[in-house]
């Protein structure tokens, strides 16, 4: 009895520290719409040109400037969002260094759950780049189905129509490569004219070892 009282506190626990525990993964297929959300315009200027944006306000992700975006849902508190934080990082440098990825795709994250210092500090603590936003109240992560963190949504713009999703990740992530390839896919460079460039401009960038996990 005592120990199926203490599995049970644990339970709650486990709830109380991960709210994200037990969300309903709803998935979001290839071929749908995005849904619609609402994210502020970065106040850091250099975040703001990326995005190709201006002004104040908020902004929705058919408003970038791209023919495809990358978003990770994560949580500042989600150990696997961590060790994934490396992966979108390598993937930024990747893009920004190859002159036929730069400006066509763009990377965003969202912290579910976490606020703007929440959201700064995983910033900081992973040298990020690119623009991540905080959702404290959920709203973003409900409209996504409340899906499990961390979350990988990839897609490809549709003039100012929703974006179209591509494909999504639950989990971890280790493959820069498989990832750059399906939105490289998304806008219609062929791979095999992508990698022989990055052969001829750096051998040492291809990465063909790293797997999904």
């Known amino acids: 009895m005592n120990r199926i009282l203490i599995l049970s506190v644990l339970v709650i626990l486990s709830l109380t520290f991960h709210p994200t525990a037990f969300a309903v993964n709803v998935s979001l297929l290839k071929g749908e ?32 400037k791209a023919q495809a975006v990358l978003i990770k849902i994560f949580n500042l508190y ?9 992966v979108m990082t390598e993937i930024y440098k990747q893009i920004e260094n190859n002159p036929d990825l730069k400006g066509k795709i763009k ?3 969202i912290g579910a759950g976490n606020n703007f210092l929440e959201v700064e500090v995983f910033k900081q ?14 709203t973003i992560h409900k409209a996504f189905g409340e899906v499990r963190t961390p979350f990988f949504i990839a897609v490809k713009m549709e003039g100012e129509g929703s974006p179209e999703i591509i494909h999504t990740h639950l989990g971890g992530l280790t493959d820069a490569r498989a990832f750059l390839d399906l939105m490289v896919e998304a806008y219609g460079i062929k791979k095999e004219d992508l990698l022989i460039k ?4 750096s051998p040492k960038e291809s990465r063909s070892d790293l797997k999904l996990e």
């Open 78 to 86: 989600c150990p696997i969002c961590q060790s994934t934080a490396g």
């Open 33 to 64: 719409k995005l849904p619609a959300i609402n994210l502020p315009v970065p106040k850091n200027s250099d975040e703001k040109i990326y995005l190709g944006l201006s002004g104040g306000g908020v902004f929705k992700i058919s408003q970038v």
């Open 125 to 138: 603590n992973h040298n990020i780049s690119f623009p991540i936003f905080p959702d404290e109240d959920f």
């Open 107 to 109: 990377l965003i994250g």
């Open 198 to 201: 990055e052969a001829a401009s």
